[in-house]
């Protein structure tokens, strides 16, 4: 190959300009869409990180909290038969993991059907407790009931309890049952999320 007045010659023979024109392009054109495509998956890779290293941040935040109000709830329910509750409500629990995964999941979990059907089960039951726990502190601060005692007893409650007291078993006995649900599927998560954080 070597140039002359009038063109490029290979082999002896003449090659077009406009071809080594035409060429120069498409090979500019192909290493700029690698680069593209190689620059968007960096990108993305990075954010697929940043969202499954805040999913792990509030899967166990949500965890301590969870164990906390359960542990709060089970030694209530111990206190009520003596007519007694917690003074402090209990903590609710953070929500903003799902915004980020249901509007652009990441691909490590869109590949793991069961961690994605936990991270479902987790975002069904954690506004359910949640608004299981605000009902109950409603309850607990404003119910008419809150001045009176009940003049007939029955079951574990005896005559005299105050009439709260049954309500607020009931409350704490369902939030019970849900917080141990979702610690289950928060702790079920928990090897998954870092499965995928070492894995890009």
Excluded at 140 to 151: A, E, I
Excluded at 176 to 194: C, D, F, K, Y
Aim: contains cysteine; hydrophobic residues 45%; glycine residues 10%.
């Amino acid at each position: 190959m070597c140039a002359s007045g009038g063109g490029v010659t290979l082999n002896g023979a003449m090659i077009d300009p406009a071809i080594l024109s035409s060429g120069s392009v498409l090979v500019g054109f192909a290493l700029a869409t690698g680069r593209d495509l190689y620059a968007g998956r960096l990108r993305r890779l990075g954010r697929d990180r940043s969202v499954l290293t805040a999913i792990h941040e509030e899967i166990t935040a949500n965890l301590d909290i969870a164990t906390n109000n359960l542990a709060l709830v089970r030694h209530e329910r111990t206190l009520l038969p003596q007519g007694q509750g917690l003074v402090n409500p209990l903590d609710p629990l953070g929500m903003d993991f799902w915004d980020l995964v249901k509007l652009d999941p990441p691909r490590a979990l869109l590949v793991d059907t069961a961690a994605l059907a936990n991270v479902r089960r987790v975002a069904r039951l954690t506004p359910q407790v949640n608004e299981m726990m605000r009902t109950r502190e409603a309850f607990r601060t404003s119910s008419p009931l809150l001045g009176m005692t009940m003049t007939a007893g029955g079951g574990k409650w005896p005559a005299g309890t105050g009439s709260w007291v049954p309500v607020v078993d009931e409350y704490d006995s369902l939030i019970e049952n849900w917080l141990t649900q979702l610690i289950g599927a928060l702790q079920s998560l928990q090897p998954a999320v870092r499965v995928w954080k070492s894995h890009p």
